[in-house]
């Protein structure tokens, strides 16, 4: 497992931009997918984006794409989420988590084994 720590949240006007951030001290974080996850009040924790191990696949959930990036830079042993056109249903708290090529390829939370902390991030109409 891998501790992960997120940062970039806030608060934005909708059609706004956030770049959120997954970071690690783990000298192995290339050795995993990470996934961003969001989960609004009262509502169940939703798969938003995964990239593989060496970025050679991205996955996004229907609601983002085209308004959301997902990317790496395993130097930095950072993931981003890019989101622009923000709009108030992206209000949440997101959550980067670490796992399997096959976990971010069936982008579902249970098959990431590290998760971090959260971000808030508010969009307001």
């Known amino acids: 497992q891998v501790q992960l720590v997120e940062s970039g949240g806030g608060l934005v006007q909708a059609g706004g931009s956030l770049r959120l951030a997954c970071t690690t001290s783990?000298?192995?974080?290339?050795?995993?997918?990470v996934g961003w996850f969001r989960q609004a009040p009262g509502k169940e924790r939703r798969f938003v984006a995964a990239?593989?191990?060496?970025?050679?696949?991205?996955y996004y959930t229907d609601s983002v794409r085209g308004r959301f990036t997902i990317s790496r830079d395993n130097a930095e042993n950072t993931v981003y989420l890019q989101m622009n056109s923000l709009k108030p249903e992206d209000t949440a708290v997101y959550y980067c988590?670490?796992?399997?090529?096959?976990?971010?390829?069936?982008?579902?939370?249970?098959?990431?084994?590290?998760w971090g902390q959260g971000t808030q991030v508010t969009v307001s109409s």
């Open positions: 988590a670490a796992g399997s090529d096959l976990a971010a390829q069936w982008r579902d939370g249970k098959f990431f084994t590290s």
């Open positions: 783990s000298r192995t974080f290339d050795a995993y997918a």
């Open positions: 990239i593989t191990r060496s970025a050679s696949m991205l």
